[in-house]
């Protein structure tokens, strides 16, 4: 299974509204808003869960990190991800 990239689906299914933003803030560290957002994200669509990947692709995690203010923390899940799949 993979996670399309193409910026059309990055924009049509991974933005968040402004409902998902304020659940996604609410919670009180930052890196689990960006678990959680993706999460979220990749639930919606594809409709597989977070577990079904081996890995995300950066770009999508670059916008959502992007969209929740947590850019500086985009490389550290992505190597954290690589580490649990076995990737590394």
Do not use: N
Not at 7 to 36: A, G, H, N, W
Not at 43 to 68: C, E, N
């Amino acid at each position: 299974m993979q996670i399309p990239e193409d910026k059309c689906v990055l924009e049509t299914y991974y933005t968040f509204s402004k409902p998902d933003l304020e659940f996604i803030d609410k919670q009180m560290k930052v890196e689990i808003r960006l678990v959680l957002a993706v999460q979220l994200a990749v639930l919606r669509y594809p409709g597989w869960p977070y577990t079904s990947y081996h890995k995300h692709p950066d770009s999508v995690i670059y916008y959502i990190s992007k969209q929740i203010g947590a850019l500086h923390l985009r490389l550290v899940f992505i190597l954290k991800e690589k580490i649990h799949f076995g990737i590394i």
